[in-house]
T-cell receptor
Framework: DAGITQSPRHKVTETGTPVTLRCHQT?????MYWYRQDPGHGLRLIHY???????DKGEVSDGYSVSRSKTEDFLLTLESATSSQTSVYFC????????????FGQGTRLTVV | TQLLEQSPQFLSIQEGENLTVYCNSS?????LQWYRQEPGEGPVLLVT?????EVKKLKRLTFQFGDARKDSSLHITAAQPGDTGLYLC??????????FGQGTELSVKP
């Protein structure tokens, strides 16, 4: 299995609070991605990174920020959590970007109450 | 904005039947991939296609990339209950952005 760990695996938080999810990899892959998964929507890209300090927005980036200060860690922050951000969040890594296999973490189930 | 549209969204069939899932876009992609996801797990790669018109076979699964590299299909022959799961197509370009379709939920009944 690819060395990719998401933490926490489950979290319940209150509306308006900031939340940070962590993705850690041991594969030294260049590309890292954050997705959210909701019924009927597949996986929607929030942000992705193509190197340390190099990030770009995905389809649903509003209300989210990311940081990548080290190759192995990619953090996703919900600046002020809302109920619409209740979802399952997946981190993925890829060695070469396009055309190469993406490996996924186990997911983080986030509930905003 | 690049979008990938999958159809159908839901498919319930009997064991032994054949099925085809479609993945369409108005954008050109450098590569298209198909992933399969089981409940509680992350998606796992089935295949990558990179050349327009390319056809790849994986046992009972046949994948095709459209000539214009805007669409793809997944055909399963003689479906089995073990094929049950969520099938996702994903497109990427040389910038590394990887986007997914909304998925096809397949249920194969014995």
């Amino acid at each position: 299995d690819a060395g990719i760990t998401q933490s926490p695996r489950h979290k319940v938080t209150e509306t308006g609070t900031p939340v940070t999810l962590r993705c850690h990899q041991t594969e030294n892959h260049r590309y890292m991605y954050w997705y959210r998964q909701d019924p009927g929507h597949g996986l929607r890209l929030i942000h992705y990174s193509y190197g340390v300090k190099d990030t770009d927005k995905g389809e649903v980036s509003d209300g989210y920020s990311v940081s990548r200060s080290k190759t192995e860690d990619f953090l996703l922050t919900l600046e002020s959590a809302t109920s619409s951000q209740t979802s399952v969040y997946f981190c993925a890594i890829s060695e070469g970007g396009w055309g190469t296999e993406a490996f996924f973490g186990q997911g983080t189930r986030l509930t905003v109450v | 904005t690049q979008l990938l549209e999958q159809s159908p969204q839901f498919l319930s069939i009997q064991e032994g039947e054949n099925l085809t899932v479609y993945c369409n876009s108005s954008s050109v992609f450098s590569s298209l991939q198909w992933y399969r996801q089981e409940p509680g797990e992350g998606p796992v790669l089935l295949v990558t296609v990179v050349t327009g018109g390319e056809v790849k076979k994986l046992k009972r699964l046949t994948f095709q990339f459209g000539d214009a590299r805007k669409d793809s299909s997944l055909h399963i022959t003689a479906a089995q209950p073990g094929d049950t799961g969520l099938y996702l197509c994903a497109g990427s370009n040389q910038g590394g952005k990887l986007i997914f379709g909304q998925g096809t939920e397949l249920s194969v009944k014995p």
